[in-house]
Structures are given as C-alpha cells and as structure tokens.
C-alpha cells in the first residue's frame, strides 16, 4: 500500500526482454535503501525488488501489468517516480493507493498556467463511475485531485513542486501515464453491482 507521495525519480538503465517478461535496472537515490522482496511503486505499478546493484535494483513487469500500464514504453533513460511502501506509523499524505493500475490514460492537453500547470487524460468510458470531482487519482504513482471530470476526461492541476520533483515533467500531448482509481469507489461500484 502507498500514499501517492514520490519519495525519488530514478532512471532506467538497462531493460531486458525475457519472454513475454520485460525486466529493469534502475538507478536512484534510494535503490540503496531498498532490500531484495520489497515492494515499491514504479511510477504507479507495484513491483518486487529482485536483486540490488551499486545504486540501482532490478524489477520485472509481466505480461499483465505491461498490458495494463506504460511500462511497455520504457527505454534506457526513462524516468520512474519512486515510492517505497507506506508504514503504519506514518501520516498519509495522498491517499491510499494499491500499486494495482487499473488502465492507462492519454494525456490530451498540457497547459502552463502562470507557475502551475493544467493537464487533461482521455481515460476508458467504461471506467467512468470511477472518478468523481474533487476525487483523488493516482497518475503514474503520484496522488492527485481531479476536476473538470467528463464522461472519458479530467483535468489535474500541478504544483510546481511535484512539476519539478515527479516524471509529469515530461508527460507531453500523446503520452500514455499509469491510472489507479480510488480504492473506496471501487468497492462502492463493486458493491452496487451486486445489488439484484
């Protein structure tokens, strides 16, 4: 379970193809700190830490997780924000977020506002009940609030310092980003579709 709020940035250094599999090495500040088994969120995805190198670790997505999130995009060089698990004993900051992305979402328009910017993500109709004004969103791990919500359409507004301290920094017109609902609507919907 995660927060939402990015702890580093690292970079991708090596990607291997292993069947279906894509595996990672990623550099950061805090692959260091990591230990072999952790779970981590990689810009929204829940991924096992599988071995450490000299700042960096190793990661695998599966065929699954590259069919629902971004991570199919991610070359040598890519940035991934970087999240370690939330402890109990800490203040929650964002809001809970599982690591599980539910789809992917195309972002439509970039704006910047003045020392702030606006962005808008196409996102599957049928995802719809999910998201409501003034809701909370995980986009590509980070904990967002959404307005200007449409039937396959909202709007984020970003500070400047999770401009410059996330990888939103470089999502631009026509990139995919990692979307995660919010647990609470989840159930909510799941629990009124078993009313008969």
Same mark, same amino acid.
């Given at each position: 379970?995660?927060?939402?709020?990015?702890?580093?940035? *690292?970079?991708? /250094?090596? %990607?291997?193809? =292993?069947?279906?599999?894509?595996? !990672?090495?990623?550099?950061?500040?805090?692959?260091? $700190?990591?230990?072999?088994? $952790?779970?981590? #969120?990689? #810009?929204?995805?829940?991924?096992?830490? &599988?071995?450490?190198?000299?700042?960096?670790?190793? %990661?695998?997505?599966? @065929?699954?997780?590259?069919?629902?999130? =971004?991570? +199919?995009?991610?070359?040598? +060089?890519?940035?991934?924000?970087? @999240?370690?698990?939330? $402890?109990? =004993?800490?203040?929650?900051?964002?809001?809970?977020? $599982?690591?599980? %992305?539910?789809?992917?979402?195309?972002?439509?328009?970039?704006?910047? /506002?003045? +020392?702030?910017? @606006? !962005? &808008? !993500?196409?996102?599957?109709?049928? =995802?719809?009940?999910?998201?409501?004004?003034?809701? #909370?969103?995980?986009?590509? *791990?980070?904990?967002?609030?959404?307005?200007?919500?449409? /039937? /396959?359409? !909202?709007? %984020?507004?970003?500070?400047?310092?999770?401009?410059?301290?996330?990888?939103?920094?470089?999502?631009?017109? *026509?990139?995919?980003?990692?979307? @995660?609902?919010?647990?609470?609507?989840?159930?909510?919907?799941?629990?009124?579709?078993?009313?008969?």
């Amino acid at each position: 379970m995660f927060t939402g709020i990015i702890e580093s940035v *690292g970079t991708v /250094k090596e %990607v291997i193809l =292993n069947g279906s599999n894509r595996t !990672f090495w990623i550099h950061s500040p805090i692959s260091a $700190q990591l230990k072999v088994d $952790q779970s981590v #969120s990689h #810009s929204g995805v829940c991924l096992t830490i &599988e071995e450490l190198g000299e700042a960096c670790h190793r %990661v695998t997505a599966i @065929e699954e997780t590259l069919l629902k999130s =971004n991570l +199919g995009d991610w070359n040598e +060089g890519s940035l991934v924000n970087l @999240e370690r698990c939330l $402890q109990i =004993n800490d203040r929650i900051d964002g809001h809970l977020v $599982q690591g599980h %992305v539910d789809t992917k979402g195309i972002c439509k328009k970039r704006k910047e /506002k003045d +020392g702030s910017w @606006e !962005f &808008e !993500f196409e996102f599957p109709k049928k =995802n719809a009940a999910l998201i409501i004004d003034k809701g #909370s969103i995980s986009l590509n *791990g980070i904990s967002l609030t959404v307005f200007d919500v449409k /039937k /396959k359409s !909202f709007k %984020v507004a970003i500070i400047p310092y999770t401009f410059e301290h996330t990888n939103i920094r470089m999502v631009n017109v *026509g990139d995919t980003v990692n979307i @995660e609902f919010d647990i609470i609507g989840k159930y909510l919907l799941r629990r009124l579709s078993l009313k008969d």
